[in-house]
């Protein structure tokens, strides 16, 4: 399947020339698809994964640039169904609320707000509207109290809307990795908030991703990981002034970070400073990913014929993890998702299977692959009699 790779930065713009490789990884399928048959699975298309760092505003981003029609038009991912980000997302509307009252009269909008588990938290005198392209939003708004206007975040569909300097507070939670021109998305921002509004954002913490090696958040979907120094270079360029950033470790680490809308802030001048320390380390931590304590107790079980195994958390992270270490032949993935079950991992045909399927066949050894998620999922059986395992996040 053919693909375009990036001619320029999608942080700042500047040209490929610009753009240093990083860290390479083998071919493999999108991370967000999921196979309605083992036999499709067999033969979903790979892609090669080159990870790039731009030397003019730091922003790391994977060269291969996947269209959104093609990540989003069966999206597999409902955010109301991870407890996890439920809880995220009421904590996070209760600090919106509090922040600006919860009386007040304001128009809040969030990109990427897939099945509006923020927006029905936020309170209900706000005029809330959400900006997503998935069939995911599209059938959570057909009932919302919220309006959704159901295509990608563009100055375009600011002017079209009416929405120039009408925005009080705008935001995008864990969506602006999966956007191929985010310059252009920072450009909106600015057209649509009036002076003084507020942009709030939440990206990947790719210090927190390096420090742990955790190789298994690099794919297609996820365009660009971020920096602190790069997210406030990038977006006060496009007239914004950085008031705060929060770390949480929501993902395995997260940065909140907020702007105001000032249109006489100045952008930051010279070049991005020196790659964040572990940078040079990812690849190395990729290429020994079978020598992992966990990889090597799982291949352990196999080769003894002891039983089988199994891994818990169908999402992007599992079809990374499974494709690129395919010796391990996991006999089932579970999920809690009713999107996903019933459906097959990519490539490897992998079923994905309701919590059930693992009492009903309980495995030798369970890797969560949604790792960071496991204690949630660790608290849901009490009295198992399988091991858990994790590949990243461990102590």
Request: proline share 8%.
């Amino acid at each position: 399947m053919s693909y375009p790779t990036i001619h320029q930065c999608r942080g700042c713009h500047a040209p490929s020339a610009s753009l240093v490789p990083v860290l390479r990884m083998d071919p493999m399928p999108l991370a967000g698809m999921f196979c309605r048959s083992a036999e499709s699975a067999r033969t979903a298309p790979l892609f090669p994964l080159t990870w790039m760092r731009c030397s003019e505003c730091g922003a790391v981003q994977v060269a291969e640039d996947i269209s959104g029609a093609q990540l989003y038009e069966e999206y597999n991912y409902a955010s109301s169904t991870v407890p996890g980000l439920v809880r995220h997302f009421i904590g996070f509307a209760d600090t919106l609320a509090s922040f600006y009252g919860r009386d007040s009269a304001l128009t809040y909008l969030e990109i990427g707000c897939n099945d509006g588990v923020l927006l029905n938290h936020l309170p209900p005198g706000w005029k809330r509207l959400g900006v997503d392209p998935s069939d995911v939003s599209r059938r959570a708004g057909a009932a919302a109290s919220w309006r959704l206007v159901n295509r990608p975040f563009t100055p375009e569909v600011v002017k079209e809307h009416g929405l120039e300097g009408t925005v009080d507070v705008l935001s995008g939670s864990n969506c602006l990795a999966h956007i191929t021109d985010l310059k252009e998305v920072f450009a909106g921002a600015a057209l649509a908030l009036r002076p003084g509004g507020h942009f709030w954002v939440e990206v990947h913490d790719l210090a927190a991703t390096l420090a742990g090696g955790q190789w298994d958040t690099i794919y297609h979907e996820h365009k660009v990981e971020w920096s602190e120094s790069a997210l406030v270079r990038c977006v006060c360029a496009l007239g914004f002034t950085h008031e705060a950033t929060l770390r949480t470790p929501l993902h395995g680490g997260l940065l909140r970070v907020r702007f105001r809308r000032d249109p006489h802030a100045a952008p930051i001048p010279g070049r991005a400073p020196e790659p964040e320390p572990g940078l040079r380390g990812i690849q190395h931590a990729y290429d020994r990913r079978s020598d992992t304590p966990a990889a090597r107790r799982l291949a352990k079980i196999l080769d003894g014929g002891n039983g089988i195994i199994a891994a818990y958390g169908a999402a992007g992270r599992a079809n990374v993890y499974l494709n690129q270490l395919p010796h391990l032949r996991f006999a089932y993935i579970v999920d809690e998702s009713p999107l996903r079950c019933g459906k097959f991992i990519p490539q490897t045909s992998t079923p994905i299977v309701p919590p059930s399927g693992m009492i009903d066949h309980p495995p030798v050894a369970c890797l969560v692959t949604a790792w960071n998620h496991r204690d949630d999922i660790v608290r849901k059986y009490p009295g198992h009699t399988w091991e858990w395992l994790t590949a990243f996040g461990e102590a």
